[in-house]
T-cell receptor, first 117, second 116 residues
Framework: AQSVTQLDSQVPVFEEAPVELRCNYSSSVSVYLFWYVQYPNQGLQLLLK??????LVESINGFEAEFNKSQTSFHLRKPSVHISDTAEYFC???????????????FGAGTRLAVHP | EAQVTQNPRYLITVTGKKLTVTCSQN?????MSWYRQDPGLGLRQIYY???????DKGDVPEGYKVSRKEKRNFPLILESPSPNQTSLYFC???????????????FGQGTRLTVV
């Protein structure tokens, strides 16, 4: 079974500074990778995903993530953060059930990004 | 507006008193699932459903039941809640299997359950 490790539980950063949230997963077989964001008192929202093709994927609000198969990583980056980016970020990887279907997402423990003025 | 609606948002109950958390989606999604979120553990899948009348255990199903009698509804039932089920619960739906190609999961706003 897959596992996901988010190396930092909390990342404090000043506004307009760059940030990287790290994510490693356990298997090098073909996977689908996701980043979800959870704003305070809300459910999770999809931020971006890697399915195939270009290893660099981007979101509409300036985040990007790079799939690195050799390092089994999918780190999330943003060159300049805003106060409104304060949230918890979850990395997730698809996993197969016993029947072979992609019926679950395995989530990391989450990284709390706190952007300070 | 496309959404997943959970009720209640907050619930405090006592050990052993049966409770149901409702989940409803208006996107005609076939796949629905329940997760619990605990500090330091992220989200863990409790149960999922591929379609009406089809449900399967996730990673942490003990102490929970679900049903899928209609496509839009997927209630989570705790027959005899215990304090270790105190958690934040999320319902999610997607067009097809949640980890499959080109699928986005839509999450409800969460239900914070406290069992005393």
């Amino acid at each position: 079974a897959q596992s996901v490790t988010q190396l930092d539980s909390q990342v404090p950063v000043f506004e307009e500074a760059p940030v990287e949230l790290r994510c490693n997963y356990s298997s090098s077989v073909s996977v689908y990778l996701f980043w979800y964001v959870q704003y305070p008192n809300q459910g999770l929202q999809l931020l971006l995903k890697y399915l195939s093709g270009s290893t660099l994927v981007e979101s509409i609000n300036g985040f990007e993530a790079e799939f690195n198969k050799s390092q089994t990583s999918f780190h999330l980056r943003k060159p300049s953060v805003h106060i409104s980016d304060t949230a918890e970020y979850f990395c997730a990887v698809s996993d197969r059930d016993l029947a072979g279907g992609y019926n679950k997402l395995i989530f990391g423990a989450g990284t709390r990004l706190a952007v300070h003025p | 507006e496309a959404q997943v609606t959970q009720n209640p948002r907050y619930l405090i109950t006592v050990t052993g008193k049966k409770l149901t958390v409702t989940c409803s989606q208006n996107m005609n999604h076939e796949y629905m699932s329940w997760y619990r979120q605990d500090p330091g553990l992220g989200l863990r899948q409790i149960y999922y459903s591929m379609n009406v009348e089809v449900t399967d255990k996730g990673d942490v199903p003990e102490g929970y039941k679900v049903s899928r009698k209609e496509k839009r509804n997927f209630p989570l039932i705790l027959e005899s809640p215990s304090p270790n089920q105190t958690s934040l619960y999320f319902c999610a739906s997607s067009r097809i299997a949640v980890g499959a190609l080109n699928t986005e999961a839509f999450f409800g706003q969460g239900t914070r359950l406290t069992v005393v």
